[in-house]
């Protein structure tokens, strides 16, 4: 072919690429229309196929930005069609990177193998012309004529990403990443200019780390978050069902998001087949997803079924309260009774409003019953008043503020500008202090009582913490990356304070 082939077909890829994004009536954009009709996939059947497009690929397409995150199911199509977007970036736009990082060795090759395979089935003129390739190693693609490239890369190596420019960032399975991922991403991103692009993805791996971390503060970050259950994935359905006795539960899945009795038989074979992994690599929700490996201290089941009992009934506690004061920040489900006793659990905190938040949490003594929440930003004083006028309310409640940190101010307002006079003393001392000897008992108390009546706890903000209260590394039980345990450790001291109220008190001394 002659170099002037060569020379039309580059312009007409360049001019191509500077209005990728346009759209051209019921088509799609100039994007789509290359994907489907330059790139070629196996199917899964193994066949050769065009890429063309699935449910969740559109979905991906109509909503993405320069910085997206997605969290996903098992095998819905988005690496590859990820891959396929940077590829067709890289071999229309001149000077262009792309970089794909996999979790590892193995997941490297296959993408690669997938890319390579966009490379290898291009048009013969395209390919031996303007889009052939003076290098293509194990995992390297390059355009001289473009002087673009298109390199897949490893998490676990130290120096991916180093000294580049990096237009197009694709980081697969992050919630799998080796090492520090954190820093790892964040030596990526340095690399990447900003108007450069890029794609965080991942199936959940547990309520800690890198990629948990990541979606939960995507909307500080200016991040896109998408999230695609395994029932937006067509071949996901048990062919021939089309009558299905199902529980409770199951008609109130198939209800909400409309799924048909095949989609409900494979559900039921994912869930005996994988057991507990099943909620984390065939993802329901973005909440309970990253809640089924096992590191939550609390029965996620338990949890589970309170919350959608709690739904059923119409207890959605933060619309529903009997009572809600202060903006929210007081709620109130069981008014103060004649004769009845209370604890009132503290957990302070700074009161600044970019930092954690203070929390409440007051009990009926006798039964263990959930009350009432106090949850917000207060600076020592405001928050000193708010719990004494609480505590009044209820029978001069029993007070007990943690005292480590923030909580002497707090026990200091409390007695000299509140004059409160029923508060919580251990050797002499008023206020609860939490120690590395007390912490993990605190927590098994309230494990303990949430697994025998979980009827007695009310709020939704308390259950949601819980289910991000995970163990860490070394054991140690605490909030998971970007979460709260405010109100988890308000309810330990209340619990812990009502067991020790019941028994010997060198228990927790």
């Not at 789509?32 to 397409?61: E, F, H, S, W």
């Not at 547990?206 to 948990?212: D, H, I, L, P, V």
């Not at 289910?467 to 070394?474: A, K």
């Not at 140690?476 to 345990?485: F, L, N, R, T």
Request: proline residues 4%.
């Amino acid at each position: 072919m002659d170099s002037d082939h060569w020379d039309s077909d580059l312009q007409l890829l360049i001019s191509l690429g500077r209005k990728l994004d346009q759209r051209n009536s019921s088509h799609g954009s100039i994007r789509d229309i290359l994907i489907r009709c330059l790139l070629k996939i196996r199917d899964k059947n193994g066949r050769l196929a065009p890429l063309v497009a699935n449910r969740i690929q559109r979905a991906y397409a109509a909503r993405c930005g320069g910085r997206d995150i997605v969290l996903k199911a098992r095998q819905v199509g988005i690496s590859t069609y990820v891959a396929a977007r940077f590829f067709i970036d890289t071999i229309t736009r001149p000077g262009t990177l792309t970089v794909q990082v996999a979790h590892d060795q193995r997941a490297a090759e296959e993408i690669f193998r997938i890319v390579h395979r966009f490379q290898a089935n291009l048009p013969e003129r395209l390919r031996e012309g303007a889009l052939q390739t003076s290098r293509a190693n194990a995992r390297q693609l390059v355009f001289p004529l473009l002087d673009s490239e298109y390199r897949v890369e490893t998490a676990g190596d130290a120096n991916a990403g180093r000294g580049l420019t990096i237009q197009n960032l694709h980081c697969s399975e992050v919630a799998r990443w080796p090492g520090d991922a954190a820093d790892t991403l964040a030596s990526l991103r340095a690399a990447v200019p900003p108007w450069g692009r890029i794609v965080l993805e991942s199936t959940p791996n547990g309520a800690a780390g890198c990629f948990y971390e990541e979606w939960q503060k995507a909307t500080q970050t200016g991040y896109v978050q998408h999230f695609f259950p395994w029932w937006w994935q067509a071949e996901y359905t048990v062919p021939g069902t089309h009558k299905l006795e199902m529980t409770e539960e199951e008609r109130l899945l198939a209800t909400e998001h409309g799924l048909t009795p095949g989609q409900i038989a494979f559900r039921r074979e994912l869930r005996a087949n994988l057991r507990g992994l099943a909620v984390q690599e065939f993802a329901e929700d973005p909440v309970s997803c990253f809640l089924s490996s096992g590191d939550c201290v609390f029965d996620v089941d338990i949890l589970e079924s309170q919350l959608g009992a709690m739904q059923r009934e119409g207890r959605r506690q933060l619309e529903n309260a009997t009572e809600v004061r202060d903006h929210g920040r007081l709620r109130i489900w069981w008014p103060a009774r004649r004769g009845s006793e209370y604890i009132l659990g503290v957990d302070p905190a700074g009161g600044g409003s970019d930092g954690d938040f203070s929390s409440g949490e007051l009990i009926e003594r006798d039964t263990g019953l959930q009350c009432a929440e106090l949850h917000g930003h207060f600076p020592p004083a405001v928050l000193a008043s708010r719990i004494a006028s609480l505590g009044r309310e209820y029978n001069n409640a029993l007070i007990a503020v943690e005292r480590n940190n923030h909580g002497h101010a707090v026990l200091a307002y409390l007695t000299a500008s509140e004059r409160y006079t029923h508060i919580y003393e251990q050797r002499n001392q008023p206020g609860w202090l939490t120690t590395s000897a007390t912490r993990p008992r605190m927590i098994e108390e309230f494990a303990a009582m949430l697994a025998r009546a979980p009827q007695l706890f009310t709020s939704t903000r308390l259950l949601a913490e819980c289910r991000t209260f995970v163990r860490r590394r070394d054991g140690s039980p605490a909030a998971a990356q970007g979460a709260h345990d405010d109100c988890v450790m308000a309810m330990a001291i209340a619990l812990a304070v009502r067991a020790e109220l019941a028994g010997p008190k060198k228990r927790w001394l």
